[in-house]
C-alpha cells in the first residue's frame, strides 16, 4: 500500500466486494444466508484417500486471487494498492485462478473434480491471449500500466468508445475467466458439477465466495479500463465506480442463462481465429492513433 493511500479504503474494500458478492449470491440462488447456513453447519463428505490441504489451499486461494486482483482497482478516485503496474498485477492475480482450480480439482482424487479442472486449464488457454491483449490495448492507449493513469487518459473520451472490440473481448474472457455462464463448462453437469463435485461445507462456501468474488472483480475492473472510472454528473466518484460496476455485473449475470455452454475445442478455435486477430486490429489501431 502506498504511503499516501487513505486508511479508509482498508476497510471500504472488503465491505463493497463483500456487498457485490452477496448480491451476485443472491441472484444466482436466492437468499445467500440459508445456503451459507447449510454449508457450515452440513456434514462434510470426503473421497477415498483426497489431499485435504491442496484442496483447502485451491479453495482459498481461489478467493485471495480475486481479491488481490481487484485491490488495484480505484474506490472512486483511489485503490487499495496504486500500483505502477497495476494492469500487469491484476492479470498475473486472475492467472492465479488457474492453479486454484486445477489444484481443487486434482486433490480431490475423483474423476469428475479432475476433469473439470483439466477443462479450465483448457480453457484459460483460450481466453488468456485475447484477454491479455485487450489490457495490452488499455494500456497502449493511456501510455502506462497504472490502471489511475488508465482513467486519467479517459477525461476526454471513453476507451469503450474507440475501443470496443478490446471491451467485448474483454468481457467475453470475463466470463471465461469466472467461469461463468457459457463458459462454466469447469463445472459442467454432464460432469456432476467438476471441480465442486467433492467440495462440502466449509471448503464449498470459500470456493463459491471466490468464484462469485472473481466475477464482481472482473466486472469492477471493466469501469477503470474501459467505462472513464469514477467520472460522471451529480454522482461522487465512488458512486459512479458503484452504478458503472453494477451495470457491467448485471449484463455479465444476464449472459448467464441468454448463451449455450461453448465446448472447449469450439471455443479454443473461436478464440484463436476469430478473438486474437480482431483484438490485435484493435491493438494496431490504437498504437497508429497515440504515436
Not at 486461494?61 to 500487469?88: F, K, M, Q, R, W
Not at 491479455?132 to 490495448?137: D, Y
Not at 462469485?212 to 475492473?221: E, F, N
Request: with cysteine; glycine share 10%; aromatic share 10%.
Amino acid at each position: 500500500m502506498a504511503d499516501d493511500t487513505p486508511l479508509w479504503t482498508l476497510a471500504a474494500y472488503p465491505v463493497v466486494l463483500g456487498a457485490f458478492v452477496l448480491a451476485t449470491a443472491a441472484f444466482d440462488g436466492g437468499s445467500p444466508l440459508p445456503r451459507l447456513a447449510r454449508l457450515l453447519v452440513g456434514q462434510r463428505r470426503r473421497t477415498l484417500l483426497p489431499d485435504v490441504l491442496l484442496m483447502r489451499i485451491g479453495a482459498i486461494s481461489l478467493l485471495t486471487a480475486a481479491v488481490l486482483a481487484g485491490a488495484v482497482l480505484p474506490l472512486g478516485e483511489v485503490a487499495l494498492l496504486d500500483l505502477d503496474v497495476g494492469v500487469v498485477w491484476f492479470n498475473a492475480m486472475e492467472v492465479c485462478a488457474w492453479g486454484a482450480l486445477w489444484l481443487t480439482g486434482w486433490s480431490a482424487n475423483s474423476v469428475y473434480p479432475l476433469v473439470g479442472g483439466y477443462r479450465f486449464v483448457s480453457q484459460g488457454l483460450a481466453y488468456e491471449l485475447p484477454h491479455m491483449f485487450a489490457l495490452i490495448t488499455v494500456a497502449v492507449g493511456a501510455g502506462s500500466l497504472r490502471v489511475a493513469d488508465a482513467v486519467q487518459a479517459q477525461q476526454g473520451l471513453w476507451f469503450v468508445v474507440w475501443m470496443p472490440v478490446a471491451f467485448v473481448v474483454y468481457l467475453v474472457s470475463a466470463l471465461a475467466m469466472a467461469f461463468w455462464g457459457p463458459m462454466s463448462q469447469p463445472l459442467g453437469p454432464d460432469i456432476a458439477g467438476g471441480v465442486t463435485a467433492e467440495l462440502a461445507g466449509a471448503d464449498r462456501l470459500v470456493f463459491q465466495a471466490g468464484r462469485y468474488a472473481l466475477l464482481v472483480v472482473a466486472a469492477g475492473a471493466a469501469v477503470p479500463l474501459f467505462l472513464g472510472g469514477g467520472a460522471g454528473p451529480l454522482l461522487p466518484a465512488w458512486g459512479w465506480v458503484a452504478v458503472k460496476t453494477a451495470a457491467v455485473l448485471g449484463v455479465l449475470l444476464w449472459a448467464r442463462h441468454r448463451f449455450p455452454a461453448i465446448r472447449m475445442d469450439r471455443f479454443m478455435q473461436v478464440s484463436w481465429v476469430v478473438l486474437i486477430p480482431l483484438v490485435l486490429v484493435q491493438l494496431l489501431v490504437v498504437s497508429i492513433v497515440v504515436m
